[in-house]
């Protein structure tokens, strides 16, 4: 009859495991040395040796305390909180663009479709639960074909636009053939259209931002042809637009053009996209096609398709008058004139225009009287800033051929050269050395997270945000087409970067994380937070806590983190975030134990709603 050891056999047991896995570690360590020194013979057989054995994960090594019943008074562990699920009806919910405060807003000028977001005290501190049945999203490029039903249980559009090719329900899954309102054979003809005329292939046309996105196919389409856009839609009878954008590996933000000013910095899109977005453009002074104009780089285009134009073959079909589709297209004419807009292309549907490159090759801006500018000498100052009917100057030129703001490289050329703003000296304190050494930095921290988390550059992370993205460096050392980073540039840090990371060609949004994220619960496959924490840590309208739930709204389960930041704030995010059903694990900087920054890998665990009735 076999006896059971004890505990203090399995004291001894887990002690003299111990004892082996260091020995091994450093005999290996010195093995690799003799081997690198060059006086040790069977290289080959050292350098496999030292691949199959990783001694900085220890998958066996727990480092928790383990404690009888007998033995535990409960004082020595400090306890962590445990986060309770929210109730089933708040599995898609979205604070800021919540459709019961919404309707407490006024409709004028869609401000009741804009951020409002709840009071502290309204708060949820609970986890959004998944909709039962979740599954993970089909890798990219099926995704951008195909989403589970499960994942998005919305059928309306499927009827609501069947004859327009938005999206089909086929079994238990969403099928997108890639039409539009105005492409229902399908956005490749249409981007194929607007090609011949705006310069995609060549790189130059790297970013975009589409106004009323639906589903985003426009932006999907437009991926293969290494264009990012940035699409926008509000959160209206159109339900789950912004999501099914997201759920297919599309880049995409609950917004729409309402009261206040975009949250992106001036001169960062190199065209802006409106496809029958519904969007007033001739009323109240052109307010909204100024606000495009502040976002659109010199040299930029803008497509609009839809009514009005080429109202004298289609005003039946609208179901509007002659004189009215007149009205609207004289006046969009004239505001695209007092912008400075050159009208380029006009073909069926589609009208193209092209901004001007500076100031100086706009004839009418040297008539002060016929145009208002904007008095404010920050146009990157937008969060919560109510739009104005003027037009954003541009930075002055030499001379007639030159680029308002410098001139910006064709990507993929422009990802890492030195961006015009950091160049020109338009960000202060940052030099063009500054941003060298810390790209160079970002390469090194990557090279490190992957070798930690296997999967990073694979193509299995989709959706990927950045939570304090600097200049872009992280999004740029894993810029890949499996891939796409939304770079977020809170709003109170010292210095706006964001412009610099269009520069680079890559996509980002202002943003305060004490509120939260516009977006859909589970819509990022991977978070990413360098010194986001300490950057809020003496910030009194919200806590640590409140940052963290909001980032596991967003986070897919299964999703990963990667946070790094000083070790003692890291310890108190380790804490809530163990009780946020999320495996973590602390590692040291890549440098060594001795530097205080270190590394927070997480990854949310699977679980779905169970019909919880209980108030939040």
């Known amino acids: 009859m076999a006896v059971k050891g004890g505990p203090t056999d399995s004291r001894t047991r887990s002690t003299v495991s111990i004892c082996i896995v260091i020995g091994m570690c450093v005999f290996f360590y010195t093995l690799g040395a003799w081997q690198k020194s060059g006086f040790g013979k069977g290289d080959s057989i050292a350098l496999e040796i030292t691949k199959r054995t990783d001694c900085t994960l220890l998958p066996n090594l727990s480092f928790d305390t383990h404690l009888s ?23 898609d919910y979205t604070p800021c663009q919540d459709q019961n405060r919404a309707m407490k807003f006024p409709r004028e000028s869609m401000n009741y ?48 636009k069947a004859i327009q090719n938005w999206v089909q329900f086929e079994g238990n899954v969403f099928r997108f053939p890639g039409g539009g309102t105005q492409f229902p054979q399908g956005a490749d003809k249409y981007i194929d259209q607007l090609a011949s005329v705006i310069p995609i292939a060549n790189g ?42 997201l759920e297919r590996g599309v880049p995409a933000v609950i917004g729409v053009l309402g009261t206040i000013k975009l949250p992106y910095p001036s001169r960062a899109f190199d065209m802006a996209h409106c496809s029958r977005c519904l969007i007033p453009w001739g009323v109240n002074d052109g307010i909204y096609m100024m606000e495009v104009d502040r976002v659109l780089r ?55 225009w092209r901004k001007r490159e500076n100031t100086e090759s706009c004839p009418s801006r040297h008539e002060e009287s016929t145009v208002q500018m904007c008095e404010s000498t920050n146009a990157d100052d937008v969060w919560y800033k109510k739009m ?33 703003r950091i160049a020109n000296g338009l960000i202060p304190g ?96 991977l978070i990413h937070a360098s010194g986001l924490f300490t950057l809020y840590k003496n910030n009194n309208r919200c806590s640590m ?11 897919r389960p299964e999703g990963a983190v990667i ?25 040291d900087h890549e440098d060594g134990p001795l530097v205080r920054e270190k590394v927070l890998y997480a990854v949310k665990q699977y679980w779905v709603g169970g019909n919880q009735t209980a108030s939040a």
Not at 135 to 145: E, I
Not at 339 to 348: A, D, H, M, T, Y
Request: aromatic share 10%.
């Open 204 to 245: 130059t046309a790297r970013t975009a931002l589409d106004t009323g996105c639906g589903v985003a196919s426009w932006g999907a389409y437009l991926l293969k042809r290494n264009v990012l856009a940035m699409s926008f839609a509000p959160r209206d009878s159109h339900e789950a637009q912004v999501q099914f954008a």
């Open 298 to 352: 010199p040299g930029g285009y803008w497509v609009l398709s839809g009514p009005p134009i080429n109202w004298k073959v289609n005003y039946k079909g609208w179901q509007r008058t002659k004189k009215d589709l007149e009205a609207e297209q004289n006046k969009i004419e004239e505001i695209a004139e007092l912008l400075c807009w050159e009208k380029v292309s006009e073909k069926g549907e589609t009208a193209i």
């Open 430 to 525: 940052v030099s063009s050395q500054a941003y060298e050494k810390d790209n160079k930095m970002w390469k090194k921290h990557v090279k490190a997270y992957s070798n930690v988390n296997k999967y990073l550059l694979t193509g299995r992370y989709r959706n990927i945000m950045d939570m304090n993205a600097g200049f872009g460096g992280f999004a740029a050392a894993i810029e890949s087409p499996k891939s796409w980073v939304m770079n977020v540039v809170p709003t109170i840090g010292k210095i706006a970067t964001l412009g610099a990371v269009y520069e680079r060609g890559l996509i980002g949004i202002y943003h305060d994380w004490c509120e939260a994220f516009s977006t859909y619960p589970r819509t990022y496959d």
């Open 113 to 160: 479709r804009e951020r409002h977001c709840p009071p502290q005290k309204e708060k949820l501190h609970c986890l959004v639960p998944p909709p039962k049945g979740y599954v993970a999203p089909f890798p990219w490029p099926k995704s951008r074909d195909y989403v589970p039903f499960a994942n998005c249980p919305y059928k309306s559009l499927t009827v609501e």
């Open 69 to 91: 019943k007998q033995g535990s008074s409960g004082e020595l562990v400090s306890p962590v909180k445990k986060f309770k699920p929210c109730p089933d009806r708040f599995t």
């Open 563 to 587: 946070m790094r930041d000083d070790v003692d704030v890291l310890t108190k995010v380790d804490k809530f975030a163990r009780g946020m059903r999320w495996s973590t694990k602390l590692v």
């Open 388 to 420: 104005k009917a003027c037009v954003t100057p541009l930075p002055d030129v030499e001379n007639p051929s030159e680029v308002a703001g410098g001139a910006i490289k064709p990507f993929p050329s422009r990802l890492n050269a030195i961006p015009p």
């Open 545 to 555: 806590e409140d940052v963290l739930l909001e980032m596991d709204r967003i986070l």
